[in-house]
């Protein structure tokens, strides 16, 4: 699969999962602007088989390299960014949950989960769009969940698929600051982030990111019950030359912290 194939598969995935993400990607162009992704961000649990060093090798056959790890000690989390192959592909950003870290009640769940997926299911690259790979969880567990990682209950019941794209502020030519972007996607009627502020990082840290709060869709519960959850964000993110001249490549683990929240299910 090339590297075309795989953002398109990504994007279709994402869309479907992100209604808004197609109509604020519509209003940016019909403002004459060129939308490039930054960045695509995924979520996985650091269990076998589907650790993040197992969905890594499907980024190395399209062309990533690897280029920092990142650590988020009160969440649990650990991540990776990687770097494109060409330019104006976008960087990827992958994190996983310590899942033993967590309480042994919420480790159980999240292992029972885990258990269920094929290590060969793994090997395909429509891993990285296949959404939950396990029987749906029980209501309650995705609360006993959410009550100790958002991200633990985000993955339980949204599975491994694109988190979010990320509109690449610096390509714009109209709105050319993030909290200029954050007002337009208001204006359209969506809600923005505001955990640590509407625009997180600084210049100085040679990163600006903002975000929407994620879409809710209503999913299927063990039972057969539906509830609404939240599903995936639009990202916009603006980068700063470091001493080289090149933009900053990286992450920042400050503001990814609370970047993270845009998916939370209690607000
Ligand atoms: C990733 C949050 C961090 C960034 O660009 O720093 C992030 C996530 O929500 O899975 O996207
Ligand atoms: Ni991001």
Redesign the pocket.
């Known amino acids: 699969m090339d590297i075309n194939q795989f953002f398109d598969r990504l994007w279709d995935d994402y869309v479907a999962m992100t209604p808004q993400a197609k109509r604020i990607k519509a209003a940016f162009e019909e403002r004459g602007e060129r939308v490039v992704n930054d ?1 695509v ?1 995924f ?1 996985t649990l650091a269990l076998e088989p589907i650790r993040l060093k197992s969905l890594e090798p499907h980024l190395l056959a399209v062309g990533y390299t690897p280029y920092e790890p990142y650590d988020f000690k009160d969440k649990k989390l650990s991540a990776y960014g990687y770097l494109p192959p060409e330019q104006e592909m976008p960087r990827v ?1 992958v ?1 996983e949950l310590r899942v033993n870290e967590l309480s042994p009640a919420a480790a159980k769940i999240l292992e029972g989960l885990a258990a269920q997926v094929d290590p060969k299911r793994v090997e395909d690259p429509s891993i990285l769009w296949a959404g939950p790979l396990w029987e749906p969880i029980s209501y309650k567990d995705y609360q006993t969940l959410v009550d100790e990682s958002e991200y633990a209950a985000w993955v339980a019941s949204i599975g491994i698929r694109p ?2 794209f ?1 509109i690449g502020v610096n390509y714009l030519t109209q709105t050319t600051s993030v909290e200029e972007v954050l007002q337009v996607v208001e204006s359209l009627g969506y809600q923005v982030n505001a955990s640590g502020g509407r625009v997180k990082g600084t210049p100085e840290v040679l990163l600006e ?1 903002g975000s929407t709060l994620a879409d809710r869709m209503p999913i299927q519960f063990a039972g057969g019950e539906t509830h609404e959850v939240p599903t995936c964000y639009y ?1 916009f ?1 603006k980068r700063y030359p470091t001493e080289s001249g090149e933009l900053y490549p990286g ?2 683990a400050a ?2 912290d609370k ?2 929240e ?2 939370d299910a209690k607000r």
Do not use: D, G, L
């Open positions: 960045h961000a979520r950003f994190s988190n979010h990320t990111q990202e993110a992450f920042v503001s990814a970047i993270f845009s998916t």
